[in-house]
T-cell receptor
Framework: KAGVTQTPRYLIKTRGQQVTLSCSPI?????VSWYQQTPGQGLQFLFE???????NKGNFPGRFSGRQFSNSRSEMNVSTLELGDSALYLC?????????????????FGEGSRLTVL | GQQVMQIPQYQHVQEGEDFTTYCNSS?????IQWYKQRPGGHPVFLIQ?????EVKKQKRLTFQFGEAKKNSSLHITATQTTDVGTYFC??????????????FGKGTKLSVIP
């Protein structure tokens, strides 16, 4: 079974630009979560999508947005980039249901998209 | 979301020595998960603990969940260079509408000196 695929793996942008990152979850997984990882803040939760609906959202400004398509693939977008947005953006998939309590099973992470903002 | 404090932030050990990382919360946790991230890699799920006082072992790794479900630990016996990486604990918190959010601790970065 193929793992979680994230594209692009590396990208460099300048302040003020916007970026779109893509994530293809494991086949059959309906939940996709996004995390931002930086040396100072660690892994911070951005949002989670399940069946095309945002189910959870972390404490990030509105410049960070996402969506999920009917095939469970997900994208996240960051607009008006700032230097502090430089980070590794990780996508994780899970079945999204069936666990007890619900959606509390393990996460399967992709390799991440490393964004550098100059 | 749920706050989980993880200590220590860094640990350097001689190969063959033991290693322990601790995860603490001020509130009762529904469960706790542990992940390992190798340098340059992505987090990989190790285990999930759900029951009070639960202890699980994976070869040289021992995971414990406290009786009050407010703390957890990961202990590695006789570390090897392959154990190098950052170990994260993570806990689910209820975020409403039947949904749970997973929050990670800051992680413990383990270095093993051969």
């Amino acid at each position: 079974k193929a793992g979680v695929t994230q594209t692009p793996r590396y990208l460099i942008k300048t302040r003020g630009q916007q970026v779109t990152l893509s994530c293809s979850p494991i086949s059959g997984h309906r939940s996709v979560s996004w995390y931002q990882q930086t040396p100072g803040q660690g892994l911070q939760f951005l949002f989670e999508y399940f069946s095309e609906t945002q189910r959870n959202k972390g404490n990030f400004p509105g410049r960070f947005s996402g969506r999920q398509f009917s095939n469970s693939r997900s994208e996240m977008n960051v607009s008006t980039l700032e230097l502090g947005d430089s980070a590794l953006y990780l996508c994780a998939s899970s079945p999204g249901q069936g666990a007890s309590p619900p959606n509390t099973g393990e996460l399967f992470f992709g390799e991440g998209s490393r964004l550098t903002v100059l | 979301g749920q706050q989980v404090m993880q200590i220590p932030q860094y640990q350097h050990v001689q190969e063959g020595e033991d290693f322990t990382t601790y995860c603490n919360s001020s509130t009762t946790l529904s469960n706790i998960q542990w992940y390992k991230q190798r340098p340059g890699g992505h987090p990989v799920f190790l285990i999930q603990l759900v029951k009070s006082g639960e202890v699980k072992k994976q070869k040289r790794l021992t995971f414990q969940f406290g009786e009050a479900k407010k703390n957890s630990s990961l202990h590695i016996t006789a570390t090897q260079t392959t154990d190098v990486g950052t170990y994260f604990c993570a806990a689910h918190s209820y975020s409403g509408a039947g949904s749970y959010q997973l929050t990670f601790g800051k992680g413990t970065k383990l270095s093993v000196i051969p």
